[in-house]
């Protein structure tokens, strides 16, 4: 990937979580910090049925934007739901579930 097409997905992604009101979205750099993806971009749903709503608005965000497809894991009953797009890896969670798993931490102290 090079660096324009990773800003495009980063933009498309933002852009779709904006758009459907996700909360606390947060887009780390962690080029250099993590083997697994240049980019992790945290956000958190309302509800279950909102956490579902994103992901499916960012996954059609970024096959518009790029052609791609993500790889997906969880979903909505396990509360977190991870889309992954090898340069780009976009973590939504419901609340209680974001602050459990806090993985967010692992960015701030790098």
């Known amino acids: 990937m090079t660096d324009t097409e990773t800003k495009k997905k980063i933009d498309a992604i933002t852009k779709a979580l904006d758009d459907k009101k996700a909360e606390n979205t947060v887009v780390y750099d ?4 993590s ?10 749903a309302t509800s279950a049925p909102h956490l579902r709503a994103l992901s499916v608005a960012v996954q059609r965000a970024v096959r ?9 894991s969880g979903d909505e009953e396990t509360a977190w739901i991870v889309l ?6 976009v973590h939504l969670f419901l609340p209680d579930a974001r602050e459990y798993y806090d993985i967010e931490a692992l960015w701030k102290r790098s």
């Open 30 to 33: 962690v080029r250099g910090k």
């Open 84 to 89: 992954d797009y090898f340069d780009v890896m």
């Open 64 to 72: 518009e934007a790029s052609g791609e497809g993500a790889r997906v």
């Open 35 to 44: 083997s697994v993806t240049d980019f992790t971009v945290a956000a958190s």
